[in-house]
Each structure stands twice: as C-alpha cells, then as structure tokens.
C-alpha cells in the first residue's frame, strides 16, 4: 500500500484506517451479534409462553421445586458482576491496568460464584430425580408435590433455558481470563481497550437474560 | 492534483489514475501453497474457497438429482430401493438448501465483491470470515458422519415426529451439522452488515451504494435475524433426540405445530437469504450490459429491505393444511400476497432499464433474461401457492417442487450464474469462452424447462411430492422432466470444463471488460492483495453510463489517508479539475 500509513499503531489492522474506525467496526458487530443472542434466546422464550399459555397451572406447581433463595443469590451476583465489569472498562478508559485487572479478577469470581451455585441447584434437582426428558425419575415425595403429568416438560424447558444460558457464562470467564491474561502482557491501554469493551457489552446480555430468566421460571405464583 | 471541498469543509487531495492492465503482484500471486491459502484473512480468497466448496457440494447434491430423476422413470422400482430413494431426496433438498444456496452468493460471490464495490481493503473481521468458512466445513463433516451412521430420510424440513422417531442417531449428525452451519451465516451476516455501515470509502454515500451492496445488506440483516431461531429450533430438536425432552413430539407430550411455526420462521426468510443476493447481481448486470442508468434506483434498493421485513411475516404459509387456525391462515395467506409487491416492482424496473438501453447479448446477460423469466413464472405460481382454495389442492404436490425449483434454481442459480460469468474475469484474471458459454446458457434453459414445466402440470393433477411409485398416467411427465434433468447436467458440465480451461488457456481479461462503472472494476484484474492501489475517492456513482468512460477513474485520498464515512468526506464531482 502506497498511502498506508506509517503511522498506523501496531493494534490498528491493516484494513482498518485508524483505531477509531476500528474500534466502532467492533463496537458495531458485537450489537449486531447480541441482537443475533437475543433471537436465539427468543426462541426458547416463545417455547416457555407456548407451554404456559397451555398448562398454567403446571409452571406455578413446577416453579415451587426451584430455589427462590439461591437464584435470587445468583441474580444478585451477576448484576454485581456486570457492575465491575463497567467498572474494568472504565479503568481501562482511564489507563489503569492495575484497576482493570482486579476489575476482571473480580468479574471472574463473581461468574465462577454463579456458576457454583449453579451446579448445586442442578446437583440437587438431579438427585431428587427431577431430571430432562429420558432421565425424568422424581421420588416419590417429589412426584406427590408435582403430579401434573406434563411436568417434565417444564423441567425440558427449564434445563435449557438455564443450561445455555450457563453455556453462555462459561464463555464469558474464559473470555475475560484471556483479557487479564492480555492486559498483563500491557495489550490494553486508554488507546486501546476494544476487546474489553465489547466483553463488557457480551457480559451485560448474559446477565440481561439472566434477569429474564429468574422471575420466569422462579418467581411465578 | 486537484483539492475538492466537501460539505463538512474538510479538504481531500484527488488525484486520477487508470488502473494498471498488466499488475505484476496480484492476490493470486501474493502468497502461494496451500498453507497460505488455507489461512488467509484475504475475503478474496475465502470467497474463492467458498467458491469451490459450494461448486463441490452442488455437483453432489446434482448427481443425486439426476439418480433421482432416473430413479422416476418407471412408475415402479427402476433402480434404487424405496429407502434408499428417501435418504436420496433428503440430501439433495438439505444439501441444495443448506450448502449451496444460502451460502453459495453472499459467502462466494459477495466476499469478493462487497469490499471491492465498497472501496474496502477488506471486510470489518476477516479472522472471522475465515472461521465462518472453517465452521461451514466442519458442517459439511457433521453431515457425512451422518451419512456414515445409515443417514437420514425426514425430508429436508426434519419434521417431527419423523424426525424424532426414525433412525435418530442420523439425525442427531445432521442436525447438529446445521446448527453448526447456521453460524457460518449468521458471522457473515454480521460481517457484512459492519463493513457496509463502517467500511464504505469515501465519496460512497448511501445514495452511491451499489444495489448488490443494497441486496446483501438485506439479505445480512435476515441472516442475523432469522438464522438464531433455526439455531435454537435445531438445537431443541437435537436435545429432543439425545435426551427426549418432549417440546415437538406429540408421543413426549410436545406439539409438532410447534417445531413447524420454530422451523419456518427460520426457513421461510431463509428463502429470500437465497434470493435476495441474487436480486442485487441482476441489478449490477442488466445497467453494465443495458449501458443505461438503473431504472428506480431507491425503488430497487428499498423492495430488497421490504422483502427482508414482510418474509418474516409470511412462514404460516407453509402450514395452511397444518392444523393452525383459519385466522391465522387468512392473515398469512393476505401477507403473503403482499411479498408479490416489492418483487413485481424489482422485476418491472429491470425491465425498464432494458428499454431503449444498448443491450450487450454477452453471457451473464443471457442468465439474466433466463432469470427474468424462470423467476416471474416462480413467482407467479407462488402466489397461487399463496392463495388458500388453491393450495388445499396444490399442496404437497409437484406442483409445489416445480415452484421452489423455478424460484430457487431458475432465481438464485441463474443470478449465481449471471454472476459468476460476470466477475469470472475479475477473480481470475482470464476469460472464459464466450461461444461455449452461450451454448450452455441455452442449454440450461431448455433442459430446466424441460424438467420443471411438467411437473407444474403433474402436480396439478395430482402428483404428491417425494413418492417414490407413481399411478402410469404421470408417466410421460415424469419421462420428459428426466430427458431434462439429463440436458441440465450436460449443460453443467460444459460450464465446468470452460471455466476450468480459462484459468489455463484463457484469454487473458482486461481491468474493465465490459466497461463497467461499478468501482470493483475500477482496479486491477485479478485485484491486488489490497484491492486497490490506493484508498479510492468515489466520484461518480455506480450506474452513471451516461457520462464518458474516461470521467471513471478514481480519486485518491491523501490527507485523510481514506477514512471509512462515506458521508464525512463527500467529494463533488463538479468541484475536481483535471490533474
């Protein structure tokens, strides 16, 4: 390229003409990715109203197995995640790469915590034998409190809403355990912190669905 | 060196230059073996790769057409086995669908030429343009495992309960497969939606946008918004296969209206993912061989994102005799009819553009009046199709496979092919042969019609879909659609042998052979690595024939080095002096 620049920084590619093209470019394709993330989420949204437009009386009974304590200890959790991870960006606006990484370090507890959580409500659900589809075996206690005999349906609907969403906060620790590595090796500086911004915009969805997600399935009456 | 002033007052040093006939250093040659190829970030490489994977996967799923069609010959067993006959029809609908026509004109064609027309070094993310073509790939992988685990014959619309009760580890592969496949589309939706609103060099307005960029832009935003929902409805019918979870099968307590409403509200936009792209080739073609102004530029422009809207509000259509309400069935019967609106006005004003226009018989030209009148016909019958007394007659019939095939085959391949011919001089450098490239034109317009007009005519009386025996009264019909099919591949193949023999023998192609005011064809052919020399300034627009073709060279941006904001850095033509 004869007119390529030689002052190109070394974090602007080549086809990009400056970092703030870049960084718009990126900033874009991630809305453009999460508007993708909401419809695929929209799908299992319009199955859940579908089968409780059907069987009301189900989602109410299904909803008192699930436990309002610890999911609302979760919800908490991720909006306090999604706190520090605007607070990462921020450091990172202001060139604190010391704030930035404890920001992330915290963000990653905080998605690991959920995730914790998480299992041991999976854990015990499983133990109880309230499981998917083939693997559906409730004791007998369970089956007295949920005799509606579409109930494992609900519970279908339920591990998958939850499962890929948990899918979705296991991507988002390893995305941000690759930011802190990054931002250890100096990659991310005032100049240049696209890829934790557009973390940051993945990891507000994830809790956004999660927000969604709670009053559902758990707080329903 | 001239300065022009633009609206916002920022100067921008123009210079004019022709581009070079004989470039030394190309993308072609820039870096070479295998290597370099398989893990290049160039969207001229991966289109061609894209190319090549699609050409591949349409030669499989046109063989299986043709054992098919023999297959049809007699009106009982002619030489494949019932079964075998249902995996048959299902690969070649789910290949078709899900390996050549959604990828096959923006992945191939539309990752070469979007960056090119807009002035581009490349898309906004070509690590993930690549990665979209490697997850293509392990798709078609998760596909032949399938094969390899005795297949699947659901149809390609994987049905349930047919899908969830007959042979479900196939199945399982396959769909998967498309799950898979589906986010190959999605990232060059989002790619390409990026690179239209960040990347445009400047001069390019949205008034200045190609109608090709027009096309895949609507054609992205579908991809974005519809291929999420068939990936969860893919994946919930995966789930309902592996771990019986009972949302679609009526036997687990799910509804299979349900998985249909999921599936068409995916596969019914997905058609105008087929479509649309090959809309905005059309446009390109007809002005460059019409020598003449678009007629209806935003007319155009706008049915394309019509289309986009109302194909989402059409998928009841597909489930008339399904068992979903009369309601409903007449409301989507209604919006069907409307999707007809934006299509009548793209196809009258191409026409419009024909009229009192140079017209250049040249090849891709000739695709396109095949396509004009193949695609009308589909149309037309897919109003009628659209229209509910008739369809409780006409459905599941072939009738409807004649439809699909002349919208689809007679649309999207014809576009692909008008396309291909068009910028075959532009990614290789080389000419094909012109004569041989008629004859076959020809040839695929006898041989499709052949094949494609009797079964309209079978299936309106009566013909179902996918039997496999028939009653001996279609049995001419389904003679003469064979004689067809057979024409349609020899046709293929001399397409195959002359494109082949260009890249070794060919003439070598000029930068602008069909003197073309598009700007891909304001750069070197083959394009070099950057596609152009230098950050282009746009002048004039894509379709302006009516000026001189030596006003068609570029600016160059020197003091902004080219910024991405088309309109920041607006240049008026009028205001540039000769250098």
Redesign the interface.
């Known amino acids: ?3 390529h ?1 030689a002052s190109h920084p070394a974090h602007v ?6 970092s703030d ?1 870049q960084f ?2 990126a900033k ?2 991630m809305w ?2 999460l ?3 909401i ?6 949204f ?2 859940y109203i ?2 409780r437009a059907w069987y009301p009386e189900l989602f109410t009974q299904a909803a008192l197995e699930l436990n309002k304590l610890w999911g609302g200890v979760n919800t908490i959790v991720l909006i306090g995640s999604s706190l520090t991870v605007a607070m990462a960006i921020r450091s990172a606006q202001k060139n604190q790469i010391k704030g930035l990484r404890i920001n992330l370090l915290i963000t990653i507890a905080l998605a690991c915590v959920f995730m914790v959580i998480k299992y041991f409500e999976y854990e015990h659900k499983l133990h109880l034998g309230i499981a ?4 559906w075996n409730p004791t007998p206690e369970i089956l007295e409190e949920l005799s509606h ?2 109930a ?2 609900f519970f ?2 339920y ?2 809403m939850t499962g ?1 969403h948990g899918l979705h906060v296991l991507v988002g620790i390893g995305l941000m355990i690759w930011l802190y590595i990054r931002a250890g090796k100096g990659h991310f500086s005032s100049e240049y912190y696209t890829p934790v911004e557009i973390t940051g915009l993945y990891w507000h969805l994830v809790d956004l669905i999660w927000i969604f997600l709670f009053p559902l399935l758990y707080l329903i009456e | 060196m001239a300065a022009a002033q633009s609206k916002n007052m920022t100067t921008l040093q123009v210079k004019r230059f022709k581009p070079s006939e004989n470039p030394t250093n190309t993308y072609l040659t820039d870096e070479k073996g295998v290597w370099a190829w398989m893990t290049t970030v160039d969207h001229k490489k991966i289109g061609l790769m894209y190319l090549v994977a699609v050409a591949f996967f349409f030669a499989l799923a046109g063989f299986l057409a043709i054992a098919l069609r023999t297959e049809l010959w007699t009106p009982a067993k002619t030489f494949i086995e019932a079964d075998t006959y249902n995996q048959l029809f299902t690969l070649h609908g789910a290949m078709m669908v899900f390996f050549v026509l959604v990828p096959s004109i923006p992945a191939a064609l539309g990752n070469f030429v979007l960056p090119m027309q807009l002035g581009a070094k490349d898309v906004a993310f070509p690590r993930l343009n690549l990665a979209s073509f490697y997850i293509y790939v392990i798709g078609a992988v998760f596909t032949f495992i399938s094969l390899a685990n005795n297949g699947f014959d659901t149809g390609w619309t994987f049905y349930t309960p047919y899908s969830s009760d007959t042979n479900s580890l196939g199945v399982i592969w396959v769909t998967l497969g498309v799950f898979i496949l589906g986010f190959s589309s999605i990232l060059t939706g989002t790619n390409f939606i990026t690179t239209i609103h960040k990347l445009r060099a400047p001069g390019i307005t949205w008034d200045k946008l190609p109608l090709n960029i027009w096309a895949l832009y609507a054609t992205s935003v579908i991809q974005v918004l519809a291929t999420p929902v068939l990936a969860i409805t893919i994946l919930l019918l995966s789930m309902e296969n592996i771990l019986d979870i009972g949302i679609f099968d009526p036997a687990k307590g799910g509804d299979p209206v349900l998985y249909q409403h999921f599936f068409w509200f995916y596969s019914h936009p997905a058609v105008y993912i087929m479509i649309v792209p090959g809309f905005g080739i059309i446009s390109e073609v007809i002005t460059t061989f019409s020598k003449k102004h678009i007629f209806g530029y935003w007319a155009i422009a706008l049915s394309s994102l019509a289309i986009a809207f109302i194909g989402f509000l059409v998928w009841g259509h597909h489930m008339f005799t399904s068992g979903q309400s009369a309601v409903a069935t007449t409301v989507f019967s209604f919006l069907t009819f409307l999707v007809g609106i934006p299509t009548g006005i793209k196809i009258l004003n191409w026409v419009a553009t024909l009229y009192k226009g140079s017209i250049e018989m040249k090849t891709p030209m000739l695709y396109v009046f095949i396509f004009l009148f193949l695609f009308t016909i589909g149309g037309f019958t897919g109003i009628m199709l659209g229209a509910l007394s008739v369809d409780i007659h006409l459905h599941d019939t072939y009738y409807v496979v004649a439809h699909f095939h002349y919208v689809m085959m007679g649309g999207t391949l014809m576009a692909l092919l008008a396309g291909l011919h068009y910028w075959w001089p532009k990614m290789t450098g080389k000419m094909y042969n012109e004569t041989l490239g008629k004859i076959s034109a020809v040839l695929i317009f006898i041989g499709f019609n052949m094949t494609f007009l009797p079964q309209f005519v079978m299936g309106a009386q009566g013909m179902p879909r996918r039997y496999y025996n028939y009653i001996d009264q279609f049995q001419p019909f389904h003679q003469t659609s064979t004689i067809g099919s057979y024409i349609l591949g020899a046709a293929f193949l001399i397409i195959l042998y002359y494109l082949v023999r260009s890249l070794f023998g060919g003439e070598k192609a000029s930068a602008n052979p069909w003197n073309s005011r598009g700007l891909e064809w304001q750069a070197t052919s083959p394009p070099d690595f950057h596609n152009f020399d230098h950050t282009p300034v746009v002048i004039n627009g894509p379709y302006d024939y009516h000026k001189p073709m030596e006003e068609f060279q570029l600016g160059l941006a020197v003091e902004h080095n080219g910024h991405g904001h088309g309109e920041h850095h607006e240049v008026k033509t009028d205001q540039t002096e000769k250098a």
């Open positions: 390229m004869a007119n620049s590619q080549h086809h990009f003409v400056d093209q718009e470019s874009m394709g453009v990715f508007v993708n993330e419809l695929f989420f929209g799908g299992l319009c199955a579908v089968f998917p589809g083939s693997f005999p579409k494992n349906i279908g609907i591990y998958m890929v």
